[in-house]
């Protein structure tokens, strides 16, 4: 294991320095094809020599074998060991030589010389049959003579193969001495240029640094080398050029920056103020609407309680004269029908009118309650939207405009009524104010709701045939403090509001669609659930009217 890893820690630094370095990059690139071509020339010189000391050894052999058969075959014939081992006794002054055997023609040895059966590795064998000759044949015509034997003989090629590594040893380090030469003046001239690039390179990381504390190496040289010197002290008299523009700019920026927080503290207590008095002019706004509400309400109710009063002020009257009756002594069955039928109806008048006021009173609370406190809760579209219509009527009843409610009855919400009604009350009042201008032209104004085919949502819909709205200010209706009647009632917040309501408040949207003189179209979309609010949904406790 600690080899391994003394091995992979050569290899990484190796590599490293590889990739880091031009002139080790270099001259291993050149250097390493040069390590593999000598490196395939020793295998090629080697594998050549054992094929060419081989091919001779083997020839030799044959050649033995046949000069030693004609004699070994006569001595074999006449079964002279002696002779035979005459024959053979030299070959075993040849250093080449490990054994040799004569078989007699069943195969049996006759005489055997050296070893007689040694290992087959890194041995030459050659073999030949032994012949004796007939009247009138040949040597070397087998079919005239006799077989009487066999002779093997082994040759080892031990020699061939020391005298092969030794010189393979040779070629080696001849190639690598000739290559450690190429390539130590291969580094030197690599050097030569490398040098001066690898400073300049540290020059030019300087440079990219930020720094211009260098100097530039003189290199007295006319190629590209000395170009690039040249190039490079250039590079750093702009770079100098750049840094002192650069402090120059920060400097400047500086006061800018100086300047624009001053401005900004400004604007930001601008805004502060701006945003305290939008706010308080939504809150006015409101309480506007609603103290006009109430005086609208209150004018309604002077009627049933004003006829409340005067029923019982006569009733009164009638039961005083009824009690002087009763302490007379005239007392008659159709005076007390007389006055039966009076009390009756009184009764009933007085009842119907204070059912009345009791109605619009009760009616005008959850308006009020809604619309001060905020508070979310489960109601009916239908309803909550009648009664505010039923609340703006008194106010607009000498107007000539009609309301007309189309809503869908059993959509049940789970929202906030009061922003609704005000979303409702801003935008029928918007249209009073601006579509029917005229108090004297006829028009109508028409609440209706759509129930979404995904069950969750309801379009609600407030559309007039006024005058409509030009296409120039449709885009601005929203903003807040944009109103064409300035100065004629109009405040520009009563759309911004209605924006900011169903935006923020009731999770949906609203759009609007107007020509001129063809009226104009809200469609607030609206979920049944309202999105749940940061904090608590009521901001203000609600106020409770008196019963």
């Known amino acids: 294991m600690p080899l391994n890893w003394m091995l992979r820690g050569c290899l990484t630094r190796f590599g490293a320095v590889f990739s880091e370095s031009l002139m080790v990059r270099t001259v291993g690139l050149i250097c390493l094809p040069l390590l593999l071509a000598v490196g395939l020339a020793v295998v090629v010189a080697i594998s050549f020599s054992n094929r060419d000391a081989r091919t001779a050894l083997e020839a030799r052999a044959r050649q033995t074998v046949a000069l030693l058969a004609g004699g070994v075959g006569d001595a074999l014939w006449n079964v002279d060991r002696v002779a035979a081992q005459s024959i053979l006794h030299p070959l075993s002054k040849d250093p080449d030589f490990v054994g040799a055997v004569v078989f007699e023609r069943g195969g049996s040895v006759f005489l055997g010389l050296g070893e007689v059966d040694p290992p087959r590795s890194g041995l030459i064998v050659e073999q030949v049959s032994l012949i004796r000759l007939t009247a009138g044949g040949q040597a070397g015509e087998q079919g005239r003579g006799q077989h009487i034997g066999q002779l093997r003989l082994y040759l080892t090629t031990a020699n061939a193969e020391r005298t092969i590594n030794s010189r393979a040893w040779a070629i080696a380090l001849s190639g690598l001495g000739l290559l450690v030469a190429v390539c130590g003046l291969l580094a030197v001239i690599v050097r030569g240029v490398t040098a001066p690039v690898r400073q300049m390179t540290d020059g030019m990381a300087v440079l ?247 069950g969750r949502h309801v379009t609600l819909t407030v559309a007039d045939d006024g005058a409509g709205i030009p296409a120039a200010v449709l885009p601005r209706i929203f903003d807040p403090f944009f109103t064409t009647k300035l100065g004629s009632g109009g405040s520009g917040l009563g759309l911004h509001i209605v924006y900011a309501i169903v935006m923020r408040v009731l999770g949906g949207v609203v759009a609007v669609e107007s020509q001129i003189g063809q009226g104009t179209r809200f469609s607030i979309v609206l979920p049944l659930v309202a999105p749940q609010q940061s904090g608590q949904d009521a901001v203000e406790e609600p106020v409770i009217m008196p019963s």
């Not at 120059?248 to 945003?275: N, W, Y």
């Not at 002020?313 to 007390?336: M, P």
């Not at 000539?400 to 059993?410: K, Q």
Request: hydrophobic share 45%; net charge negative.
């Open 208 to 454: 990219a640094a930020g720094r211009i504390d260098l100097e530039i190496p003189r290199v007295d040289r006319r190629d590209e080398i000395g170009r690039m010197a040249a190039a490079l002290g250039t590079l750093k008299q702009h770079a100098a050029e750049r840094l002192e523009f650069i402090e120059r700019q920060a400097r400047h920026m500086e006061v800018i920056e100086e300047i624009v927080a001053k401005r900004t503290g400004e604007l930001t207590a601008a805004l502060e103020t701006l945003k305290l008095a939008q706010n308080e002019l939504i809150r006015s706004e409101k309480l506007a609407a609603l103290g006009g509400m109430v005086a609208a309400i209150a004018h309604e109710i002077n009627t049933p309680i004003g006829s409340s009063l005067t029923v019982a002020t006569t009733l009164s009257d009638k039961i005083t004269e009824f009690q002087a009756i009763l302490q007379g002594k005239e007392l008659r069955r159709s005076v007390i029908r007389d006055y039966s039928d009076s009390f009756g109806t009184a009764s009933q008048l007085l009842v119907g009118n204070l059912l009345r006021a009791s109605e619009l009173i009760g009616r005008f609370k959850r308006v009020a309650v809604d619309q001060t406190g905020e508070l979310r809760r489960r109601f009916e579209l239908d309803v909550v939207c009648g009664e505010v219509v039923a609340m703006l009527r008194p106010t607009y009843r000498h107007s000539p405009v009609s309301i007309d409610l189309r809503l869908p009855g059993g959509v049940v919400m789970d929202s906030f009524p009061g922003a609704l009604g005000q979303v409702l009350t801003n935008l029928m009042t918007n249209a009073m104010l601006h579509a029917f201008a005229d108090a004297t032209a006829a028009g109508s104004i028409t609440v209706g709701a759509t129930l979404e085919e995904d």
